[in-house]
């Protein structure tokens, strides 16, 4: 089975589909994302990018709202904070200071550009 995003006239992921492996082989069997692509486009229209699960292909597995980037060829979930930064390798948000490491759990407080502990969490 092969995944496929939705795009928008944006970018941006409208719906992700399952294709069964018949619709995205060549003759033979090989799996071809431009094959899969114009299969949804006939039964569906729109703009179709394959994503993966495990990230083998376009970094992230596509969710409805994330923007696909054709200059990264990846997919990349809106951005959390007006301060987080994108990691050119994996295409993820990070906050431009890492979240402590000791176990208490915490949440990204934007005025401060700070961890603020959560407390009552264990």
Sequence with gaps: MAHFAELD?????????????????DANGVEKEYIGA???ER???????Q?????????NYAGIGFVYDAGRDAFITPQPYPSWLINEDTCQWEAPIPM???GK????D????????VEGMV
């Design 9 to 25: 006239a944006n970018n941006v992921v409208l719906r992700v589909i399952v294709v069964g492996n018949p619709d995205t082989a």
């Design 100 to 102: 402590p490491t000791d």
């Design 43 to 49: 039964l569906l229209g729109g703009t179709w990018k």
């Design 105 to 108: 759990m915490y949440r990204w």
């Design 51 to 59: 994503t993966s699960y495990n990230g083998n292909i376009r970094k």
């Design 38 to 40: 114009a299969f949804c």
């Design 110 to 117: 934007e005025p401060t550009l700070s961890w603020v502990e």
